[in-house]
């Protein structure tokens, strides 16, 4: 019967523990580029994440060969000359709520929040700092924001011979749909 209870209280504490974080494995991140010379879009459904109620705290990977474009020409490009897929494989995210506290979210009420942190694309990390939209809903949670990066920011060159028709910022879009992480 000692057992019996040790391991109800064990099982006990695992389940509230993974209630505090919530996963995804097939976020969603798209990115778009409006240039003169031709608008450059791609989007990637399989960014995994995890969201921490417990402390605010995100974490975001994502393999830069799963992005997919419109033209495989212009995936080639992105891959080999410009994030360097090979050498630089994946970009990740990591950092937190500003100003969380563990009751944040409501049932159904979009909920704006700060998200700051550090980015790592193309082998080099910088603080970022983006607005979210955040609702919890029945099943998980639902994530979503917007923000704009620099290519020089993140030692992406544009050549020369394109560098006046391609745009040196780049629109990020995310959309999570987080489950509960079941131990």
Same mark, same amino acid.
């Given at each position: 019967?000692?057992?019996?209870?040790?391991?109800?209280?064990?099982?006990?504490?695992?389940?509230?523990?993974?209630?505090?974080?919530?996963?995804?494995?097939?976020?969603?991140?798209?990115?778009?580029?409006?240039?003169?010379?031709?608008?450059?879009?791609?989007?990637?459904?399989?960014?995994?994440?995890?969201?921490?109620?417990?402390?605010?705290?995100?974490?975001?990977?994502?393999?830069?060969?799963?992005?997919?474009?419109?033209?495989?020409?212009?995936?080639?490009?992105?891959?080999?000359?410009?994030?360097?897929?090979?050498?630089?494989?994946?970009?990740?995210? $990591?950092?937190?709520? /500003?100003?969380?506290?563990?009751?944040?979210?409501?049932?159904?009420?979009?909920? &704006?929040? +700060? %998200? @700051?942190?550090?980015?790592?694309?193309?082998?080099?990390?910088?603080?970022?700092?983006?607005?979210?939209?955040?609702?919890?809903?029945?099943?998980?949670?639902?994530?979503? $924001?917007?923000?704009? /990066?620099?290519?020089?920011?993140?030692?992406?060159?544009?050549?020369?011979?394109? &560098?006046? +028709? %391609? @745009?040196?910022?780049?629109?990020?879009?995310?959309?999570?749909?987080?489950?509960?992480?079941?131990?």
């Amino acid at each position: 019967m000692k057992y019996f209870i040790v391991s109800l209280l064990m099982l006990t504490s695992f389940s509230v523990v993974g209630q505090s974080k919530y996963i995804t494995k097939n976020g969603y991140i798209d990115f778009f580029s409006k240039s003169s010379m031709e608008d450059i879009s791609a989007k990637n459904e399989q960014v995994s994440s995890i969201l921490d109620t417990e402390n605010g705290k995100v974490v975001i990977a994502v393999l830069m060969k799963s992005f997919r474009f419109e033209k495989a020409l212009m995936e080639e490009h992105f891959n080999e000359n410009y994030v360097e897929s090979g050498k630089f494989p994946k970009a990740s995210f $990591s950092g937190s709520i /500003v100003d969380y506290h563990a009751d944040a979210f409501k049932e159904g009420v979009a909920t &704006k929040v +700060k %998200i @700051s942190g550090d980015l790592t694309i193309h082998g080099v990390t910088k603080p970022i700092l983006a607005e979210a939209t955040i609702i919890k809903t029945k099943e998980g949670i639902n994530a979503e $924001s917007q923000f704009v /990066v620099k290519l020089k920011d993140f030692d992406i060159v544009i050549p020369a011979l394109v &560098k006046d +028709k %391609i @745009s040196e910022e780049v629109k990020i879009s995310v959309k999570f749909n987080y489950l509960p992480l079941k131990k």
